[in-house]
């Protein structure tokens, strides 16, 4: 038992500090932030000083931030990706992602990921907002993000962040038909692609589940709806191919206060073991 624990974690670990791919596709992990702020930093908020440190680490370590773009141009065109890459995914749209993170991002030459809540950016589009905690993002910032070419805007729903009879998320509801929540789900998404495109002429190919909540269900919605790829907060990294179901319920690594970020990347990547 132990020689075998031993002979998996040894190759988790080569295939962890290899320079290269694997011969059957291209190891992908991607990061989930939410919030940047020196105030009550916890498990959805980690410090402007974390994220600096993450940044140069993984630029140290060889890995290249690109986007979901990039990725889904790899499994359709075969474009290239670089030999570490990694998305940086940022959830929610904060406001901290303007004031914080875009700083980051243009002195370190690095894209992020951003999964915008298309009702959030309307609600704090209404009235002037300071850098209170947990303030999203209006438009103008939105759109100033997306025009920097530093933040790749993607939908993460317009009100599904709320609870709807005792239901989070993508969640069908009880007693509701398979018609009825395909609808449902679509109309809220649909609202969200048509609020982030009149805003900022941007056209999302990705989804990300609100609350990681997803089901095959929903998959096969958004499939229909024509995304390119779903985000999950399942853990681990993903293995891409050139089949495009390789896009779908893709893995994260959440990235809370405190945590090793070395750490995180060696256990993630040792779930490809297990698959």
């Not at 930093?41 to 000083?49: A, H, L, M, S, Y």
Request: hydrophobic share 40%; charged share 25%.
């Amino acid at each position: 038992m132990l020689r075998r624990f031993f002979l998996l974690t040894t190759a988790a670990l080569a295939l962890f500090f290899s320079p290269g791919a694997p011969a059957e596709g291209v190891v992908l992990p991607i990061l989930m932030y939410h919030d940047v702020g020196d105030m009550k930093p916890g498990k959805d908020r980690v410090t402007p000083e974390e994220l600096r440190c993450d940044l140069l680490w993984l630029r140290e370590a060889g890995y290249t931030p690109v986007t979901m773009g990039e990725v889904i141009a790899y499994v359709d065109e075969g474009r290239p990706l670089p030999a570490r890459p990694v998305v940086l995914s940022f959830d929610d749209g904060y406001y901290s992602a303007y004031d914080r993170v875009l700083p980051l991002l243009r002195e370190l030459d690095a894209p992020m990921v951003l999964s915008v809540i298309a009702g959030s950016a309307d609600e704090f589009s209404a009235y002037t907002h300071g850098k209170a905690r947990f303030a999203h993002a209006a438009w103008p910032q939105l759109r100033e993000l997306a025009e920097s070419g530093l933040a790749e805007l993607q939908n993460h729903s317009y009100s599904l962040h709320r609870a709807l009879d005792g239901c989070w998320g993508c969640d069908r509801l009880p007693g509701e038909s398979r018609g009825a929540y395909g609808e449902r789900l679509a109309a809220d998404v649909l609202h969200a692609q048509e609020r982030i495109w009149a805003e900022t002429g941007k056209q999302c190919t990705v989804f990300t589940y609100p609350y990681g909540r997803y089901s095959a269900e929903s998959e096969e919605v958004l499939r229909e709806l024509g995304f390119r790829a779903t985000l999950t907060c399942d853990f681990g990294v993903n293995l891409l191919t050139r089949d495009p179901d390789c896009l779908f319920a893709l893995r994260r690594i959440c990235r809370s206060h405190g945590a090793d970020l070395a750490a995180l990347l060696e256990e993630a990547q040792a779930s490809l073991n297990w698959r």
